[in-house]
C-alpha cells in the first residue's frame, strides 16, 4: 500500500513569491493535515482537512492557505512568502492514526 | 491544558545502552500516546504507541512505559544502536480526536558507537 506523498521535493521561490505544495493521502483516509517543521524546530500545526472541510487551523497568518479535493488530495498555498518561511513542510493523513509524507523543503530566497 | 512537555531536549548514548525519552502531559482527556521517529531529511515515522488501558507496550526494542495518575510517559530504547540516532517526538490526543495531535518539542537521540 503507497504511503503519503508530496511533491515537489524541493521548492525554491523568491520572497513574494507564491508557493503550492501538493499532498497525497495513504487510500482510504480522508483527512489531511499539514505541518511545518522549521530547522532544528519541532512540528508547528498548520492545517487540518477532512471530508474536503478545514476542520481546524493553527497559528499561521492567513497568507498561508490550502484545500482538500474530492479525492482527498490537499494543496497548501503560501502567498507573499517571506525568508522566514523557509521549511521543511509535512503532509500526514489519517483513518485514525497519523502517518507522514517526507516533505515538501521550501526554500525562500 | 494542551501542552506536552518533553525532555531531554538531546540525549548521547553508548551504543548497547539504554535511551530514555519522557513526556507529560496536562490534559486528562487524552488517551493516545503515539511517539514518532524522525530522521534528518524525512518525515516523521509512528513508531509505537500506547492507550491508557495498559501501563506498558513494547515492540522490539523500543517500550513505552504510561503513569497515567503522574499524567506521564516514556519511550525505553533498549541496547540502543547507531541507527537509533534520530530524533524522537512525543504525543497525546484524545483517541478518535487525532485531528488534534499535540506534540513534544522532541529530542534529538545520539548513539556513539
Known amino acids: 500500500e503507497a504511503g503519503v506523498t508530496q511533491s515537489p521535493t524541493h521548492l525554491i521561490k523568491t520572497r513574494g513569491q507564491q508557493a503550492t505544495l501538493r499532498c497525497s493521502p495513504i487510500?482510504?483516509?480522508?483527512?489531511v493535515y499539514w505541518y511545518q517543521q522549521a530547522l532544528g524546530l519541532g512540528l508547528q500545526f498548520l492545517l487540518w482537512?477532512?471530508?474536503?472541510?478545514?476542520?481546524n487551523r493553527g497559528n499561521f497568518p492567513p497568507r498561508f492557505s490550502g484545500r482538500q479535493f474530492p479525492n482527498y488530495s490537499s494543496e497548501l498555498n503560501v502567498n507573499a512568502l517571506e525568508l522566514e518561511d523557509s521549511a521543511l513542510y509535512l503532509c500526514?493523513?489519517?483513518?485514525?492514526?497519523?502517518?507522514f509524507g517526507p516533505g515538501t523543503r521550501l526554500t525562500v530566497t | 491544558q494542551q501542552q506536552v512537555k518533553q525532555s531531554p531536549q538531546s540525549l548521547i548514548v553508548q551504543k548497547g545502552g539504554i535511551s530514555i525519552i519522557n513526556c507529560a502531559y496536562e490534559?486528562?482527556?487524552?488517551?493516545?500516546f503515539p511517539w514518532y521517529q524522525q530522521f534528518p531529511g524525512k518525515g516523521p515515522a509512528l513508531l509505537i504507541a500506547?492507550?491508557?488501558?495498559?501501563s506498558e507496550k513494547k515492540e522490539g526494542r523500543f517500550t513505552i512505559s504510561f503513569n497515567k495518575s503522574a499524567k506521564q510517559f516514556s519511550l525505553h530504547i533498549m541496547d540502543s544502536q547507531p541507527g537509533d540516532s534520530a530524533t524522537y517526538f512525543c504525543?497525546?490526543?484524545?483517541?478518535?480526536?487525532?485531528?488534534?495531535?499535540?506534540f513534544g518539542k522532541g529530542t534529538k537521540l545520539s548513539v556513539k558507537p
Open positions: 487510500s482510504g483516509h480522508t483527512s
Open positions: 490534559n486528562t482527556a487524552f488517551d493516545y
Open positions: 482537512y477532512d471530508e474536503g472541510e478545514e476542520r
Open positions: 504525543a497525546a490526543s484524545r483517541w478518535g480526536s487525532q485531528g488534534n495531535l499535540i
Open positions: 500526514a493523513s489519517s483513518f485514525n492514526e497519523q502517518y
Open positions: 500506547i492507550r491508557p488501558d495498559v
